[in-house]
C-alpha cells in the first residue's frame, strides 16, 4: 500500500547517529487537521504490521502541521444522513446495503489500527501538537508516553457530537487519569488544556511547539540505547496488566454500540449540525452547549 493519508519513516536517534532505530508515523492530512477518514483508518493498520515487523527499537506517532488529530472527518462520514450525493454509484437497495457495509468496515479497521498500535512491541511515544479530540486523544492515549506542546487541547467530543467513544477511550482513559475524570471528559466532551493534562497525567512533559519533536527523539533515543530484550518485555509487562480488563466480547460490543449509533438520528444530526456549523439540537428547544467554548 502506498502511503497518502501518513507517512512512515525510519531515522536514527541522535544519541547514536547511524543506528537506524525510530520510526515515525506522522498522520499526513494538515489541510483537515489529520482528521481520520477511511483511507486513513486503512493506512494506520497497514503501517502498525510494517513498524512490528521492522527493526527499529522505539515508534513516534505525531501530525504534520499544527494539530495532532481532529478526530474523525465528519466531512466523510455521513452514511447516517443518507445523502444522495453520497452514493458513490451505488445505485438501489443493494447499493445502500454496500454503503452501510463501507461504513462499518470503516470503523472495524479503525478499532483494529488501534488495537495494533496498543499491542506494538516497540515503547511508542505521541507527539501531540493542537488539536488532540475524539480518535486524536484515543490514538494519543494508546500509546505509552505522551509529550504534548503548551498549546494542546484534547477532549473526547463524540457524545456531544452524537457518536460514542470507541476504540480504546472508555476503557485506557479511565487507567491513565481516573475514572471520574474520564467520566467527565467522554459525557461532557469537557476540553483539557495543555498543564491541566499535565497535572492529571494525562500527558508525561510538556513542551514549546517548536521543541516537540527535538523532545520526542530525545526520549526515544534514549530508550532505544537501552537491551532491546529488556525493554520490549517491559512493555510488554506493563501492557499485560492494563489489558487484563481487554477481551475480545467486549471489542465486539463496542463495536455493535458504535454501528447502532450511526444508524440513528441523532447521530445524523450531529453530524448535520457539523456541516452546518451550529450547535446540534437533539431535544428540541435544546441545543447543545460547545465543549471548549461554554465549559472550562
Known sequence: MKYKAI???IVSSPQCPGDNAIGIITLNRPEHSNALGPRMGMELDQVMDEAKHSHVRVVIITGKGHNFCAGGDLQV???PMERPEDDWGLKGEYGEIVTWWMNDYFHWISQRACTKLENLPQPVIAAVDGIAVGVGLEL???CDLRIATSRVRFAELAVPAGFMSEWSAPRVLPQLIGHSRASEMILTGRMVHAEEALTWGL????VPPEKLMEEAMSMAGRMASYPTVGLKYAKETLRL???LNRSEANTRLELERVLEITRNKDCAEG????????APVYHPGNPVRRPGKDAK
Do not use: D, G, P
Open 7 to 9: 507517512e512512515w519513516s
Open 77 to 79: 462520514e455521513t452514511v
Open 140 to 142: 494519543a492515549i494508546c
Open 203 to 206: 500527558v508525561n512533559k510538556v
Open 241 to 243: 496488566y492494563q489489558h
Open 271 to 278: 453530524l448535520l449540525a457539523f456541516m452546518e456549523k451550529r
